[in-house]
Every structure is written in C-alpha cells, then in structure tokens.
C-alpha cells in the first residue's frame, strides 16, 4: 500500500506539490497568528480563562452604563454587544468541549463554560437591565422596528426567568426548575 502512495506522490505535478506545501505552510502559519476559531485568546487551552474574563469585564462596564439609563438606541446597543461578548465564549467553550480532540482545551472550556453560565445567570436576573429594556420597550421615540423587537424579545426573556415576579413567586419558580 505504501508502494502506491509514493508511486502516486512521485507522479504528481511538481506545481501541485507545491501549491500542497504553500498550503500546510499557510495553515500552520494561521495556527500561530490566530487562536482557535479566530479568537486569538484561545491560542493556548489556558487562553479560555483570559477569554472569560475580558468578556466579563467588558459586560459588567456595559451594565454599569446602562445602569445611568442612555437613550434607547445605546441601551440596545450595549445589550448587543453584552450579548455578543458572553456568546462568543458560550459558543467557543460549547463547541471546544464536544469537538477538541486536545483534552487540556476540553477542561479549560468546561471552566470557561461554568464561569460564563454563573455570569449568565446574573445578566438574567439583573433588575438593571430588565427595567432599562423595559424602558426601551416603553419608549414612543423609538423609531426603528428592529430596536422595538430587540426590546420585546429581550423583555420576555428576562420575564421567563421571572425577574418580573415578587420574591416569593420567584423563589417559588426557582425551586420548581
């Protein structure tokens, strides 16, 4: 079988063995300028746990904004790029710990996965952001369709995790799930 291969490799265009090489120099070359799925953090399996972090400082910045109320177009902004930072690591730690065939990235995505999943659970029940979608739902200067569905959507979200619920109704939810 072996005898085959070489026959087969020595009768290639010496072009196309060329361009194969410029290939596997090109995606190793990648490999070190770029991290696992294009997020340069996430060069090293320990890269995971600086991912998380930047996402949660850059988050917790953006509650502390929305907190001082912006117009209704800054606080669907900053809601955007809230989401966008925490599910960037959602998604990389998810795809990472079914697929890495490296197990160190496994177990530094399984932790990036629990540390994201606790900060989630605070987003999802921050009365900050709930009542400032709330007030950009509520907003009759809102003028595009977009930002009134974001709101919406992002209203209800919160809601089927009861934030809009008395204490005691809301202890009762949690126990419930």
Do not use: W
Not at 15 to 21: D, S
Not at 63 to 83: F, H, L, Q, R, T
Not at 127 to 144: C, F, G, Q, T, W
Not at 148 to 165: S, T, W
């Amino acid at each position: 079988m072996s005898t085959l291969i070489r026959r087969a490799a020595s009768s290639l265009h010496p072009m196309f063995l060329h361009n194969q090489c410029n290939l596997e120099r090109i995606r190793i070359l990648h490999l070190h300028t770029s991290g696992l799925y294009g997020f340069d953090l996430l060069k090293t399996p320990k890269g995971f746990q600086r991912f998380v972090d930047e996402a949660i400082e850059r988050s917790t910045e953006l509650v502390s904004y929305v907190s001082g109320m912006p117009s209704s177009a800054e606080i669907i902004k900053a809601m955007d790029e809230i989401s966008d930072a925490v599910c960037s690591v959602v998604d990389s730690a998810e795809l990472c710990r079914h697929t890495h065939p490296d197990r160190d990235f496994v177990e530094e995505a399984n932790k990036a996965s629990l540390r994201i999943n606790e900060y989630l659970h605070y987003l999802n029940t921050n009365h900050i952001l709930y009542n400032a979608v709330m007030k950009v739902e509520k907003d009759p200067n809102v003028l595009s369709k977009e930002a009134k569905r974001a709101a919406h959507y992002l209203r209800v979200d919160f809601e089927k995790g009861g934030i809009h619920l008395a204490a005691i109704n809301l202890i009762e939810l949690v126990s419930c799930t």
